[in-house]
């Protein structure tokens, strides 16, 4: 029986609850598909801070990539946000990602038919809405220097090198061809030199893909556009600060950003995460929602490990839970039959994935 190796970073806030979830999830289909996991479980963020003094010890380096991937919950809550900036879990994940070379974060925002009500905006607009958000995920405005703050002066800087752009471009445009082959590359070219060139870049790539059809959208516009007309999107293209910022918005949606996983990939491993942050809010009552991770759990075995059927059988159990009514509190107004906590949900997906 083949037996894979999985980094589980759990993290911080909700972190745990969902990572849980997704492990029973994963378990369930791996027993029926006929192979095993072997979980080791390693700090970051505050919870590695606490323990080590740094959000992002090596040990989770080393052993992520020694992994064939990573499962990652999510990081960061208001107790450590007046730490210095280095030891702050959003800087640990920052570093871990640009340590695994992940440079691209695929994000993708499908609108189940089961949810078509959840979103705030009307059905007919979000219904059959597919799109995936192609970010950049190691490098702009997170990484670039300068950087700091000096007395009343801050700054940072937003930096691509042609290489960088050339790659994610590549990245979509491969994305594309095996969807609705269309990028809509999104910048701030009238604004931004980096921009600029991120734009004449992108074109130069899309002379390699012929049947692609390539456009170009500000940023401001498409997140407007992304709320007036979402379907006109196939493959959105977009640096790291504007991918983040519109796959938020993306989530919107769907309904929930409980619902959006993604695979953080373009390296040897990969990492697999939903797009939310660790939700200090609901975070220990058992109401957060676990689709978004064991989504994104679905993605690992599809792209890191191959596991296409089991992928597809968790794909179909969330689905199935969602049209028997199953919801978690952020989607309780929504065509609810019953509410369950997060670990039910956990629990009812697995056996949906494990039976069927
Ligand atoms: N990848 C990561 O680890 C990320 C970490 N963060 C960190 O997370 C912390 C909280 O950041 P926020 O801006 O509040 O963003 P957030 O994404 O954690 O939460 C935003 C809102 O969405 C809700 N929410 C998020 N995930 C949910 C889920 N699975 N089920 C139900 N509701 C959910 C939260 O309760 C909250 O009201 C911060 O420390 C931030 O830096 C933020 C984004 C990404
Ligand atoms: C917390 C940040 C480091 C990043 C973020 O918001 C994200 O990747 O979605
Ligand atoms: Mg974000």
Redesign the pocket.
Known sequence: MKTYNIALIK?D??GPE?IDEAVKVLDAVAARFDFSMRYEEVLM?GSAYDVTGDPLPQETINVSLNADAVLFG????EKW?NLPREKR??SG?LRFRKELGVFANLRPAVVYDELVNASSLKPEVVKGVDLMVVRELIGGIYFGEPKGWEGDKAYNTMVYTKPEVVRIAHTAFKIAMERGKKVCSVDKANVLDVSQMWRETVEEVAKEYPEVSLSHMYVDNAAMQLIRDPKQFDVILTGNIFGDILS?EASMLSG???LLPSASVGAKIGVY??I???????AGQG????I?TIASASMMLRFALGENEAADRIDAAIKHALKDGYR???LANYDAKELCSTSEMGDIIANYAAKE
């Open positions: 993290g806030g909700i969902i963020g999510a990081i960061g809550g946000d879990p959003e994940l938020d929930s950003i409980g995460e939903p939310h942050g660790s939700a200090p809010d609901i109401i957060a929602n676990p978004a978690t509190r952020d």
